[in-house]
């Protein structure tokens, strides 16, 4: 594995990305809505940073089974009411961007006052999308990293760095896509 981003990076990053949300909302209450299971350690990272008053759900994605990937699922049953609320949607990465695509959709729908979104990292060049997230942390290059959340078999998420995985490291079984949540 070579480290892409250590832990001083990381922090310095996580720390840049909060300054912004406390600038953006001031004092307005906020909603938070984490994307499990990748966004767990930048979720609890970032809200020790925020002074705003803030509410904290989660929403948990899963586009895989095995090894393969399939059609989108979303479990809303852990969400908070967010009608009339400034929410800002946060997830470890932004890849393709399809994921995100349809929780915003599915955000919208519930009315919120505001939707914004932060991540982590975007991929570039991956994106099928035609937006990106309000906040981002990091650009990354097209690897396909590990560490501070993000898994690979549901392994390395508590790296405290963001590591990339060479090919060798990669089952040759395993389609290479977005980040499994």
Known sequence: MKILLDENQLNAGVNQLALEINKTYRDRPLTIIGVLTGSVVLLADVIRKLEMPLRVGVVQTSSYEGSQRGALTINTQMMLDISDR????????????????????????????????????????????????????????????????????????????LACLEPSEISSTSEITESSK
């Open 86 to 161: 400034d929410v800002l949607l946060i997830d470890d990465i932004f890849d393709t961007g399809n994921t995100m695509s349809e929780v915003v959709e599915l955000m919208n729908a519930l009315g919120p006052a505001s939707l914004k979104s932060a991540v982590l990292l975007c991929k570039t060049g991956r994106q099928k999308v035609d937006w990106r997230p309000d906040f981002i942390a990091f650009d990354i290059p097209d690897e396909f990293v590990v560490g501070y959340g993000l898994d690979y078999n549901d392994e390395y998420r508590n790296l405290p760095y």
